[in-house]
Each structure stands twice: as C-alpha cells, then as structure tokens.
C-alpha cells in the first residue's frame, strides 16, 4: 500500500513540481476521557482530487470529519487549510476559509422553501444580517443558478417537508454550494437515499467534482458508487487510517478485505 500523502494522478505542474495540499493532517487525533476515537491519521488532499473514506460502523470516519470542519477538537497533531494551521479555529473561520459540509442527518426547516434555504445560505456567506435576508434580491440571481445546477429550480417554492429524501439531500448540497467552498466535506449523501434517487444524486455530485473541479471528501457506505466517483479511497478502522491507495489497489489489499471488506470483494 502506498503513502497516505501520495500525489494523484494529475497533481503538479509542469515545471514538475507538486503542488501545496489544500488539506493536510499531520497525526491527528481525538481522545475523551481516556478513550481514543481517532489515532494518529496523516494524509494530504490535493485540487481537485476526490478522496472517499470507507469503514465499519464505529471506524471513526465521521469522527474524522467533525475535526476537519472543527465541530470536536483535536487533542493531538495539526491540521492546515491552503497553507493555514486551522487545527484551533471554530467552525465559522473554517467556512470563511472555503470549508463546506454536509452531515448524515438532514438539518432542513420542514416550513421553509427550498429558495429560502439556499437565500438564507447565501446572505449568511456574504456576511449579511440574519434579520433582512428577505429582503436580500441581490442574491436571487445566485440563488436560481445554484437552484438549476441541483436540478430543484422547479422546487423553488415547495416546503422542505415536502421533498423526497433524495431531493433533500440536493438540497442540502444547494445550501452548501452557494457558499462557494473551495472543500467539501459530504457526510453519507445517499443515506435514506431510494434506490432509483441514488444514480440522479450519484451524477450531481460526480459533475461537482469534474466538471467543476471541487476537491471533495465524501463518507459512504454505497461502494458502488464511490468506486465511480473516487479518486482514491481511505479506509478507517478503529479509529486510525488502515489504507489510502486507489480503488483498485484498496479492493485488492489483503489487510484491507480481512479488515472490512470481506473475501467477497
């Protein structure tokens, strides 16, 4: 298995040079009380690359996620955005440095339109008042392109409640898009996800990642879909980072089928 901080395929220049990560974790770790949820896990994301992280249940791969985006401290090694050591920053600075997330539980008002959400999103990037987002036409403009580019321009004014689970979950990436988040952290998006919705959101967020060129770090239990998505997959186990390789090479690592995947695969 290769270097957890190994360059993608496509990273660099062409003077030959690799290029700073947009993220770096350098032995981070989370202990509480005694117990230790995540270990010592190193590993560099790139521009533009798409890094998908797989586990059982327990693994600690949201875990790991909550200290990217800075919901639980880290209580041992360090961790930098473009060149910036955030590891003690709050949640709010990590967004304002272009750090996006969406999480496992939909966190949708269920009276509030699906134009609102995304209006009230994108006063709240540009550092407007809560109180008059209303009132704030200035961002209709970015509020309908956003609405398009999630495919729920037609659900514009529909309630939240009234959404199916897929339809929430490109609502959730709505919200999170509007916010121009130069990383993406996307927390299990298919989770409660239908079957015939998982290949419409599978695509979205495929074209994200792309066309668009976002650098995205995705937890799912779908492998299916993250072996069309990622560009390299990270395995969590008991709260440390078991392998970081390309699919292929994950698939094919002994450690990794006893481990999790099974003799199946």
């Known amino acids: 298995m290769t270097s957890a901080t190994r360059t993608p395929q496509g990273a660099g220049n062409r003077s030959g040079t690799t290029p700073a990560p947009v993220l770096r974790l350098d032995g981070v770790g989370w202990t509480v009380g005694g117990a230790i949820i995540v270990e010592d896990v190193s590993f560099d994301v790139h521009e533009g690359e798409f890094l998908a992280f ?23 090694g360090t ?27 939909s966190s949708l008002w269920p009276a509030m339109t699906v134009a609102d959400h995304v209006r009230l999103a994108a006063q709240a990037a540009a550092g407007g008042s809560y109180r ?32 199916s689970h897929g339809e929430k979950r490109k609502l959730e990436l709505a919200v999170l898009l509007v916010g121009e988040p130069r990383l993406m952290l996307l927390d299990e998006p298919m989770a409660g996800v239908s079957a015939e919705e998982v290949p419409a959101l599978t695509d979205l967020i495929r074209s994200l990642h792309r066309d ?10 779908h492998m299916e879909v993250l072996l069309g998505l990622a560009d390299r997959l990270a395995v969590m186990h008991h709260g440390t980072l078991l392998a970081l390789d390309t699919p292929r090479a994950v698939m094919e690592d002994a450690t990794v089928q006893q481990a999790y995947l099974g003799e199946a695969l």
């Open 132 to 163: 008059i987002w209303r009132r704030a036409a200035r961002h209709q403009r970015q509020v309908d392109e956003v609405l398009e580019r999630t495919g729920l321009r037609q659900r514009a004014e529909a309630p939240a409640a009234s959404l």
């Open 212 to 221: 668009e060129g976002r650098t995205v770090l995705m937890v799912e239990h």
């Open 54 to 76: 797989i586990g059982p249940n327990g693994a600690g791969k949201t875990s790991l996620f909550n200290l990217v985006s800075g919901l639980v401290p880290a209580t041992r």
């Open 79 to 105: 961790i930098v955005l473009d060149g910036a050591d955030i590891t003690a920053e709050s949640v709010p600075a990590r967004a304002r440095r272009g750090l996006g997330r969406t999480f496992q539980t």
